[in-house]
């Protein structure tokens, strides 16, 4: 069974790039056709996709995040890792990794979110 593990900073300065590490048990992340994905849910809303890394790494953004955002992995180590560039109050939120498969459908296995408050 695939597990997946959140770890950032926690605390986050404004202006500043928010880097979180999503490490990966029991699965591949180049193991065919699964999708690894970065979803967040800001207070009072809604989850919101950020990007996704395919098993074969490439990558998609979400066009409102896309100017701020990259995804890479360390297939070494079985992990990919969210970077958010100028970080801002706007940005606080409990971050969750995630996998899903190549068609798209929502993610079937989640990590249990980490926590980030962007403050100075």
């Known amino acids: 069974q695939v597990q997946l593990r959140e770890s950032g900073p926690g605390l986050q300065k404004p202006s500043e790039t928010l880097s979180l590490t999503c490490t990966v048990s029991?699965?591949?992340?180049?193991?065919?056709?699964?999708?690894w994905i970065w979803i967040r849910q800001s207070p009072g809303k809604g989850l919101e996709w950020m990007g996704t890394?395919?098993?074969?790494?490439?990558?998609y953004y979400s066009p409102s995040l896309k100017s701020r955002t990259s995804i890479s992995r360390d297939t070494s180590k079985n992990q990919f890792t969210l970077r958010l560039n100028s970080a801002t109050p706007e940005d606080t939120a409990l971050y969750y990794c995630?996998?899903?498969?190549?068609?798209?459908?929502?993610?079937?296995?989640w990590g249990q979110g980490t926590q980030v408050t962007v403050s100075s």
């Open positions: 995630a996998r899903g498969w190549r068609d798209f459908s929502p993610p079937t296995s």
């Open positions: 029991g699965g591949s992340i180049t193991a065919d056709g699964y999708f």
């Open positions: 890394i395919t098993w074969r790494g490439g990558t």
